[in-house]
């Protein structure tokens, strides 16, 4: 079966610009969950979507917005880049939603704001 | 701010030795526990969930549970030099359900 895909892997954007960044669950899977990882804060919890519906939201600005599409697929976008959303993104996919269940890591997007 | 911590590292042992992480967490209501292993550059990669008092073994892991001192730890018996990496503990967040990670432990095995 074929994992967690990203696109695209690398990215790098200017300050106030938007981004969009991809994710393709594994097949099957309904939840996406999307973090951001920076060498200083680990692993931040975005947000995540269910069933075309965000289940819930971590603590970020309303910059970082997100959505689902009926395979499953998810987008998230960043509006007006601060240089601190510099960072790698990661997606992770899981059968059903929350913590309880194994969520499977894609490889990320490396975003980079100059 | 519910939060989960781990011990930044670096940890290094010795090829052969046993790697013991730890990890505590301040959310009463979690209920399932995860080890993810991080190498450099890479994505994280599930080595075992956990979700019940007491031990569980795969292979050359274990992962301990103890809900009422809320601390989760990872044993890892006879370290390989492919096992440094960077170990990262989630917990589920009691009410909305979602993973809290730790900052993660950096483990270095020498040969």
């Known amino acids: 079966k074929a994992g967690v895909t990203q696109t695209p892997r690398y990215l790098i954007k200017t300050r106030g610009q938007q981004v969009t960044l991809s994710c393709s669950p594994i097949s099957g899977h309904r939840s996406v969950s999307w973090y951001q990882q920076t060498p200083g804060q680990g692993l931040q919890f975005l947000f995540e979507y269910f069933s075309e519906t965000q289940r819930n939201k971590g603590n970020f600005p309303g910059r970082f917005s997100g959505r689902q599409f009926s395979n499953s697929r998810s987008e998230m976008n960043v509006s007006t880049l601060e240089l601190g959303d510099s960072a790698l993104y990661l997606c992770?996919?899981?059968?059903?939603?929350?913590?309880?269940?194994?969520?499977?890591f894609g490889p990320g997007t490396r975003l980079t704001v100059l | 701010q519910k939060e989960v911590e781990q011990n930044s590292g670096p940890l290094s042992v010795p090829e052969g030795a046993i790697a013991s992480l730890n990890c505590t967490y301040s959310d009463r209501g979690s209920q399932s526990f995860f080890w993810y292993r991080q190498y450099s550059g890479k994505s994280p990669e599930l080595i075992m969930s956990?979700?019940?008092?007491g031990d569980k073994e795969d292979g050359r892991f274990t992962a301990q549970l103890n809900k009422a001192s809320q601390y989760v730890s990872l044993l890892i018996r006879d370290s390989q030099p492919s096992d440094s990496a960077t170990y990262l503990c989630a917990v589920s967040e009691g009410s909305q359900g979602n993973l809290i990670f730790g900052k993660g432990t950096k483990l270095s095995v020498k040969p």
């Open positions: 992770a996919s899981s059968l059903e939603p929350g913590g309880t269940d194994t969520q499977y």
């Open positions: 956990i979700y019940s008092n």
